[in-house]
Structures are given as structure tokens and as C-alpha cells.
């Protein structure tokens, strides 16, 4: 991949993809995270004499015409404060008034709303591609999806290249696949094993250690011939669960916490194979010597809450886990917008060695998968 990092910009037009999808409520914006991931590579454009236009997408407008709520001009409107100049909508792709405005930025509105944005249309693809000198994609939140803003733009473009962010997910998560040092323990919590199968099989492929929580945890004690009570379980997965656990490298609670309700009814600790059928398994007890591992580990990769966290009765093992990375000297990955929450809550995301700002795309590359916008960043380099 080129990373835009090592080119010399100056005085270009420059496209820039970027993950500006973000959560707004009556028209403010509530979490400036992924606006500020941006700022770098914003900077970087700038502070080399060039123009930018900005390109986002912004929920999930289901016509391809202008819906206020979908707009991204409070978007625009929080990045100007950030970089503390004028930040102008755009809501056509003429060429005349492209680059041509009085702001050195300008946004163009939600490109969900163009058509042949989700369809990858080569038109849209080819008309993103050449509107600038450079197309630059740094949206590493969407690379996993194939559109024409994150793949055929790339394509079609004569200059394309990584943002500032996209190169550091890139390097951090690659390290995390491929460059990593042992030992390994890698933490997979959350509500389903359908929707971590996959990650779960590449990292059984790198890692020494899988330690599970939340209702993946539930799917694999019933599948070791646990009662697991009322608690939620996948029955479709049992059978891949028992495989993968007899591989060796799965790490199961010996306590757990249980109540009778979501809402905290009967809390009771208890060992993991001494449920009742009318109790809930809504949390885990972090063993020390699970902490232990942590602690020795040189790598470590976190996604997924071991219980329901977002109810404080249900929260220790997540608040445990928590504090046990952020003391370990292990190079540390977390991502997911679940395990980034409870990052937040507990610790800060310094004390984590990076924090990816993808879910699926974070998802998909630790499964071993190459991202649709990064595999056309790559034939771009070589030509192909
Ligand atoms: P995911 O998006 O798959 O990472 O799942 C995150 C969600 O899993 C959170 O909202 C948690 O409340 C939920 N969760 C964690 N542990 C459990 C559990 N034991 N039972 C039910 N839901 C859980």
C-alpha cells in the first residue's frame, strides 16, 4: 500500500474518504471519536499547501435522495470547531464548485445519498476517482464494505493511497496477525459465537490462549456439557463449539454470576457447573489465574464484554478485565464499539497499546480476511 505519509502533496486537490459516521441527536453530534481519528491525516493535507474535499457516509438513508437526518452538515460544523476554520457542504459533484470555494476544506453531503454509492457503480466510482489530484482513503470503519467511495473510486482513480489512520490499523492489527510475540492470549466476549465463529477459528490459529465471556462463554459450557439455566445459548453452534474447544486453547469461567432477571433479581455468584435451570448467567468471575495470563502475556487481543456490563450489577468481569490489560506490559489491541464502551468506562485508551475504530472492518481483518478498499490500496502499488 502508499501510505500518504510518504508523498509529498504539496499544493494539490486532494479526495479524502473518511469514517465520519457518527452518532447525532438533534443535530449535535454525541461522540467525536471518529471525527478526531481523522484530524491526522487532515493536518498532513493542510499543512502541505492542499485543498480537500472530505467524502463520508452517515447512517443508512434508505432512498438515495436528501434526508435532513442523514445530512453531515453537524458533522461539518464539529470538525470546523476542531480545526478551527470553515468547513463547506457541498451537495453536488460539479466541477465547478469543487476545490473552487474560499474554504481549503470542503465536505461533500452523506454519499450515501448519490446513486450507485452502495451498487459500487463504476460511474460514481470513476467520477470520486478523478475529481481531485489524489484519492486518499483513511475511512478504515468501512473498509469491509464494497461501494463505489471505498473500492471502485480506489480503482478508478489515477493517484490513490492510505490515510494517516488507515497505515496505522494497518500496521497494529497486522502486528497483531502476523508479527506477534508469544505468549498470546486472546479475549472473545459478547453475545454470540455465530457472529465471532469466524475470528474465533483464525485466532484458535495464533493464539496460545482464548479466553471466552459473555454468551459465547454460555454456547461453550453447554457444549462441555454444563446446565446453563435460562441464559443465552446459540443450540446451532454446540457442535462447532465442542470442536473448537477440544482443539485445546479455550479458556471457560469457573464462576459465574447468575440472576433471575436482566434487572438484578436474585444475584448470586456461583460455580459454572452448578446452575439452575431458572437462573441467567449474566456475568463472569475473572480467575487470577486468567489475570495471571494477562499479565504474562506479550500479546493481547480484546473484543467483545464478558457480561452485560451496560447494568452495573453485571459489570466486574468486563471492570476486571479491564484494569488486568491496561496493567499488562503486552502489546494490547481492543476494538469493537461494545469493548471500546467499557474501555472508556473503566480505563483510558492509553492504557491500551491501540484501540481500532472499526467493528465489522476490525472484525474481518482479525478473521484473516483482506478488506475489500485495502486489496484495491494494494493493486493500486503494484499496478495489477
Ligand atoms: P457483541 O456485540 O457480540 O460484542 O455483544 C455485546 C453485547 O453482549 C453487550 O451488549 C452485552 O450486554 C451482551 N452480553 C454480554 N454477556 C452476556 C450474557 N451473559 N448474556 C446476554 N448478553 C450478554
Known sequence: MINLSSLDITNKNIVIRVDMNVPIKDGNVLDLTRIKASIPTINYALNSNSKILLISHLGRPAEENFEEK???KP??????????QSVEIIDNLDSKDIFKGASNIQMLENIRFFEGEKENCKNLGQKLGSLGDLYVFDAF???HREQASTHSAIENSNNACAGILLEKENEFLSKALNNFESPYVAIIGGAKVSTK????EHINSVADYIVV??????TFLKATGKNIGNSLVEDSMLEKAKHIYHQGKIILPDRVVTSKTFEGDDIKERQANEIADDETILDLCLEQETISLINNA???????PMGVFENNFFEKGTK????AIAKSAAFSLAGGGETLSAINKYIKQDDVSYCSTGGGAFLEFMEGK???SIEALNSKETGS
Open 70 to 72: 442523514f445530512s453531515l
Open 75 to 84: 458533522v461539518a460544523l464539529s470538525l470546523s470547531k476542531i480545526i478551527n
Open 141 to 143: 470503519g468501512t473498509a
Open 197 to 200: 465463529l469466524e475470528l474465533i
Open 213 to 218: 465471556g459473555g454468551g459465547i462463554a454460555n
Open 298 to 304: 506479550k500479546t493481547i487481543l480484546w473484543n467483545g
Open 320 to 323: 476486571d478485565l479491564s484494569v
Open 370 to 372: 483482506v478488506l475489500p
